[in-house]
């Protein structure tokens, strides 16, 4: 996946100085002006601007494809309305009747700089792969890069609400600059940090976009949790995903950069970073998810014991009432795939998000896949995801299978080799 780069604009935003010279506090610059937008923001889900992608970073076999700036609603405090980038999809043909229904694609974690956001670094193989498969089933599709990715400001990682009002206003954007082209007919996607977007999606959407149609949900490598007791049979709410002390180091400083820079714009990041973890903190504010695992494999960091500090209280108690849902009843049918052999995600965890919105009430299909990971779930998954999406639009909603789901047991191991 090829990267853009340019000369990261000086950092202008007010706040204390760190000890050395980290980058720009929110991951600012190294984007083209389309992403900057200076006059006055319209109400959300709103087409500012589009551009043709350069051919580097299309989708190969779509009819059509977009670079895209719209309007939306930060999912943070009460900043307002903000622009968001993504990009569009159109199949190739000609529309239907009524239009191609709409795919709203949430992607997994990239990085947290702007030089991340997918409408500018490109799509992963495997994620183009998968676009693919949508597109030739008669979908067209719209993929946010979310808050803050590609367009000046923090980007939220991990905050469903953030994530759920970009994904919903891409495609209400693309719907309304298309209405002889595409339908109101939405089904959200996503996976990994995506899963938690289209599912906030959906619980959002009655309320926040009630023009769209929205047939479903499809979420895969689901990282989420709720914020409920405990039920009988689940394991008790982890640390890896949460606690960056636990985490991967890559992904972790995304949380303290992203995460906690969002919720407490008064902070600066580094005074939670020890000096040991100030180049992942550097590299975070100018290079994408990527450089960071490597570079923490070159410094042999395995967790963010030793590049972050002992007190995280002021930013912990924030960042999980962002994270978790309220409330597991989500609206409209719900498909999960879930890799047992994701050692990412883990299997635990998602297994307890199924049977909290199980318990709920929500209409959960859940599929698993022996021997696939976090990524190649991806993939495999469309086989059923696919003609579940298909069989909504035709009014068919399969019966959940809350019912019969087991547990995982242990995370199996990877069929083949990672996919990106």
Not at 49 to 60: K, N, S
């Amino acid at each position: 996946m090829g990267q853009e780069t340019a000369p990261a604009p000086e950092h202008t935003a007010q706040h204390t100085a760190s000890p050395v010279d980290l980058g720009d506090i929110d991951g600012d610059g190294g984007v083209s002006a389309f992403y900057q937008w200076t006059g006055e923001i319209p109400a959300p889900g709103q087409m500012l601007r589009q551009e043709p992608l350069p051919a580097d970073r299309r989708q190969p076999e779509s009819g059509q494809a977009l670079r895209i700036l719209y309007s939306s609603t930060s999912g943070v405090g009460d900043q307002g309305p903000i622009v968001v980038s993504g990009m569009l999809f159109l199949p190739k043909g000609s529309a239907p009747k009524g239009g191609w229904p709409l795919v709203s694609w949430a992607h997994g974690t990239t990085g947290f700089a702007d030089v991340c956001a997918p409408s500018w670094n490109g799509t992963s193989l495997r994620d183009q792969g998968y676009l693919q498969r949508w597109l030739e089933a008669g979908f067209a599709v719209v993929a946010t890069d979310y808050e803050g990715l590609g367009t000046d400001g923090v980007h939220p990682y991990l905050i469903w609400r953030s994530e759920g009002h970009a994904v919903l206003d891409a495609a209400r954007a693309a719907s309304a600059a298309y209405p002889a082209v595409l339908s109101r007919r939405v089904v959200l996607v996503g996976q990994s940090q995506g899963s938690g977007a289209a599912i906030g999606s959906a619980y959002l959407a009655k309320s926040y976009a009630p023009q769209l149609d929205l047939l479903g949900t499809v979420a895969t490598g689901l990282v989420m949790t709720f914020d409920t007791p405990e039920a009988a049979g689940q394991a008790a709410k982890g640390e890896k995903m949460t606690d960056p002390r636990a985490m991967d180091p890559g992904f972790a400083m995304l949380r303290i950069a992203g995460t906690d820079r969002a919720l407490n714009p008064d902070l600066d990041p580094a005074d939670f970073v020890t000096p040991a973890g100030y180049p992942l903190l550097r590299l975070s504010r100018r290079g994408c998810l990527r450089d960071l695992m490597a570079k923490a494999e070159e410094m042999g960091l395995k967790d963010g014991q030793t590049v972050f500090a002992a007190d995280l209280a002021p930013l912990d108690s924030k960042m999980d009432a962002a994270f978790a849902f309220t409330d597991g009843r989500i609206p409209g049918p719900l498909f999960v795939g879930t890799g047992l052999a994701d050692d990412m995600a883990g299997t635990q965890g998602q297994y307890n998000a199924v049977r909290a919105m199980c318990a709920a009430g929500t209409q959960v299909h859940w599929h698993t896949y022996p021997g696939e990971d976090h990524s190649t779930a991806v993939t495999v998954s469309a086989a059923d995801s696919i003609p579940f999406a298909q069989n909504l639009l035709k009014g068919h909603v399969p019966a959940s299978n809350c019912a019969s789901i087991q547990h995982p047991g242990p995370v199996q191991q990877r069929k083949g080799a990672y996919i990106d």
